[in-house]
């Protein structure tokens, strides 16, 4: 009775091995993806824009960063310039202000928050099992 309680505990493990492994959030490290969007980021921000907040947050196989800018200084201009920007470095436009590179996935959000008083725009990177199936499809 004991080795069959063993056997079904060992299989039940195995089980869940294969499923994590089938299941797993994204085949690159967080901390790979955030050196490549710091690295992308750098160049966009030479485009202009002010900015007033950064987040960011990195675990094994999960990234996010998010950078917000003022509202004065941001248009649609600065909006095209990054885009193009993305674009020359490799991210590839999958919808107006939504952009992909290695499984990350880039909102470009304009006039959607506030901060401290303030109305911003937003550059918002997510890397994760979600943003690796969105680019890949």
């Not at 901060?115 to 890397?127: D, I, K």
């Amino acid at each position: 009775m004991e080795g069959r309680l063993f056997t079904a505990l060992f299989a039940m493990l195995a089980c869940l091995v294969v499923y994590r492994l089938s299941t797993g959030n994204a085949p690159l490290r967080g901390e790979y993806v955030t050196q490549f969007i710091e690295s992308d980021l750098a160049q966009v921000l030479q485009n202009g824009g002010k900015v007033i907040d950064r987040t960011s947050r990195v675990n094994l196989n999960l990234a996010f960063h998010t950078v917000r800018f003022m509202d004065e200084g941001w248009s649609a201009a600065l909006r095209d310039r990054n885009i193009a920007t993305l674009q020359e470095l490799g991210w590839v436009l999958r919808a107006p202000k939504v952009l992909c590179k290695m499984g990350v996935q880039l909102t470009i959000g304009e006039g959607q928050s506030m901060y401290r008083g303030q109305g911003t725009n937003s550059l918002a990177f997510v890397y994760d099992r979600g943003s690796v199936k969105a680019c890949a499809a």
